[in-house]
């Protein structure tokens, strides 16, 4: 159980295009997701918390005109990342909190990840 | 602001050695997650801790929760190559649903 998918897995695109990544939870139902970046060797950074039916809440510094993300279910959340720019280029990484966990375990299942290159 | 410090930051061994990573904080956790992470992948969730002084072990991996549940520590026994790979501890609140990430220690294991 607990298996959170994310698509595309790898992704290439030109500057100046804007990409969107899925992360869906596909057993359980996500009361909240999360969206990470992570840059080579170093610990997560969140950039967002989603909320299904709700606006994100971002974290200090995170552009959210360039981290649209949309929570439209319970087991879906996306990421465009609009107009990228070569310093966009990351491993962008989900996860999402299972709805019935109790509040004392604020445990967290995540994708696989996504690995963005702006030329 | 709530930190988390893990050490040591990185860590080569040889096979059958045994390990320790520590996890500090200044601040209270409602939990303690510990993940484990591979080049290209999502972190894995190996345990979670929530009761001060709270041991667990997985195989050969011992977790240990602070008895002020402000630090924790992963102890490996007889390491394997297999066990190479990112280990993040996080800690969360009551009064949120973020979790708060390590800095990472970085386990190198070879045959």
């Known amino acids: 159980g607990a298996v959170v998918s994310q698509h595309p897995s790898r992704v290439i695109c030109k500057s100046g295009t804007s990409v969107k990544i899925e992360c869906r939870s596909l057993?359980?139902?996500?009361?909240?997701m999360f969206w990470y970046r992570q840059f080579p060797k170093q610990s997560l950074m969140l950039m967002a918390t989603?909320?299904?039916?709700?606006?994100?809440?971002?974290e200090q510094g995170v552009e959210k005109d360039k981290f649209l993300i949309n929570h439209a279910s319970l087991t879906l959340s996306t990421l465009t990342v609009t107009s990228a720019h070569p310093e966009d280029s990351s491993f962008y990484i989900c996860?999402?909190?299972?709805?019935?966990?109790?509040?004392?375990?604020?445990?967290?299942?995540f994708g696989p990840g996504t690995r963005l290159t702006v030329l | 602001t709530q930190l988390l410090e893990q050490s040591p930051q990185f860590l080569s061994i040889q096979e059958g050695e045994n390990l320790t990573v520590y996890c500090n904080s200044s601040s209270v956790f409602s939990s303690l997650q510990w993940y484990r992470q591979e080049p290209g992948e999502g972190p894995v969730l190996l345990v979670t801790v929530v009761t001060g002084g709270e041991v667990k072990k997985l195989k050969r991996l011992t977790f240990q929760f602070g008895d002020a549940r402000k630090d924790s520590s992963l102890h490996i026994t007889a390491a394997q190559p297999g066990d190479t790979g990112l280990y993040l501890c996080a800690g969360g609140t009551y009064n949120t649903d973020k979790l708060i990430f390590g800095t990472g220690t970085r386990l190198q294991v070879f045959p």
């Open positions: 996860s999402a909190r299972d709805r019935l966990a109790g509040l004392s375990y604020n445990e967290q299942f």
């Open positions: 057993d359980f139902q996500a009361t909240t």
């Open positions: 989603s909320n299904e039916g709700s606006k994100a809440t971002y």
